[in-house]
């Protein structure tokens, strides 16, 4: 089988079978294949894209490339959740104790991350003491114990996509819809979940921007999920303006324990509650997703979810006292209100902008090597519809240094003040199939 004959097949138009696509997949990672001719049979599914036979084989092979987390020691329906992402999006903190509450196992391996804050891994490092390096046997027990536990991302998982996506970083080829949801999915049946509910954002802080390209991606997703037997699902969410109010670290951790206490914003709650029932519904905690919210809602009005993530925190190492008290977390020092030069109601909040602003304080890193400040962010005032009164705190800067000039005229530059009670509609579909 030659390279050159599965590049020109893909070129005209052709659907590349599996043993090509394994052919092409284990010689690239095994370095016999060259970057040259990887990069043009990405140009050529770029253009000419995949059939779904062939997005299932292509993101098998990525599996099978490097290691394959095996969670079948674990009892029940293991149910992961993955988001593509965005600003203020703290909804892992708060879904992985609020579902394991119904006993539904969390079983979660999540990453650090580039961009606006950190990944779940720094959020949860704002608690003093909290760790991810345990080893399997520990995690298994712990979570047929408890119900919930993360680990950290193997070193040698998915190593194919490792690689591919290092080259469409620079081959202009990201922007495709079979080979980003063959790289996100790919990742995710590794980690061995046996069902997977996907938050697919969309909205100026989202990677895809709009609706259209939002949905098709999901639908590629499920796709993948479910020709490869795991029972897989969608919810296409907006990203219009930050979730909730909090973007920083352990403002995030603080946010997520008033959401489990039954305190937090009205947005980052719906959009758990609805996550949370179709990870409980798939996990067979529930029947209907009527009956699921109804069970989470009781969890979190009994004290049975915050009390989870209390064990869930205590069980690898963290300080469990912020629970009932938030300020032991990192504690930035100097605080700056961000006043409003007009009246009138929000429009708008520019989210990858105000999420740049957070990054600018601290909050995010550039590169992996990158040191995150744990303790600086943005705690939002107002959202989208809200009225506003010239004066009026539009949100507090948390930082350590003095100089915020920068910042605070950014957080006043993506903030639109104008006449029109805007509302956004979070939820926008769900995609089963």
């Not at 805007?422 to 926008?428: A, V």
């Amino acid at each position: 089988m030659r390279m050159v004959d599965i590049i020109a097949k893909k070129r005209d138009g052709g659907e590349l079978s599996k043993e090509e696509i394994e052919h092409f997949i284990n010689g690239y990672t095994d370095g016999d294949i060259p970057d040259y001719q990887v990069s043009s049979l990405l140009m050529s599914i770029f253009f000419n894209d995949m059939t779904q036979e062939e997005r299932a084989n292509l993101t098998m092979a990525m599996v099978k490339s490097g290691d394959e987390i095996d969670l079948s020691a674990i009892e029940g329906v293991k149910v992961d959740k993955h988001s593509t992402g965005g600003v203020g999006d703290t909804t892992t903190l708060v879904l992985a104790p609020l579902v394991a509450a119904l006993d539904v196992p969390v079983a979660k391996m999540s990453g650090r991350g580039l961009g606006h804050t950190g990944g779940t891994i720094d959020k949860l490092e704002a608690v003093d003491g909290f760790h991810v390096e345990i080893t399997e046997q520990q995690f298994t027990d712990i979570v047929n114990r408890d119900k919930v536990a993360v680990i950290g991302q193997s070193g040698n998982l998915t190593p194919a996509d490792k690689k591919l996506y290092a080259l469409r970083d620079v081959t202009a080829t990201v922007n495709s819809i079979p080979l980003i949801a063959s790289s996100i999915m790919s990742k995710k049946i590794a980690a061995g979940a046996d069902a997977i509910v996907l938050d697919v954002k969309t909205g100026d802080g989202a990677f895809m921007k709009n609706e259209e390209d939002a949905v098709e991606l999901a639908r590629a997703m499920v796709s993948i999920g479910n020709n490869v037997g795991r029972n897989t699902m969608a919810i296409i969410s907006s990203m219009s303006e930050p979730l909730g109010y909090a973007i920083g670290n352990a403002l995030e951790v603080k946010e997520a324990i008033d959401t489990l206490k039954g305190e937090g914003p009205e947005d980052l709650t719906a959009l758990c509650l609805e996550l949370g029932a179709q990870m409980a519904v798939l996990g067979g905690a529930a029947e209907s997703l009527d009956e699921a919210k109804d069970k989470l809602r009781a969890v979190i009005d009994n004290g049975e979810a915050l009390e989870k993530f209390r064990v869930f925190l205590k069980n690898q190492g963290g300080d469990a006292s912020v629970v009932d008290d938030p300020f032991k977390l990192p504690q930035a020092k100097y605080l700056f209100e961000v006043k409003a030069e007009e009246s009138g109601f929000v429009e708008e909040i520019a989210a990858e902008e105000i999420g740049i602003a957070s990054a600018m304080l601290g909050a995010g890193r550039q590169t992996k090597e990158d040191e995150i400040d744990l303790a600086v962010g943005l705690v939002l005032k107002k959202k989208v519809g809200d009225r506003v009164e010239q004066g009026d705190t539009l949100a507090v800067i948390h930082s350590n240094s003095e100089d915020i000039k920068e910042v605070e005229q950014k957080i006043l530059d993506n903030y639109r003040i104008g006449s029109r009670e805007n509302k956004i509609e979070l939820i926008k579909q769900v995609i089963t199939e």
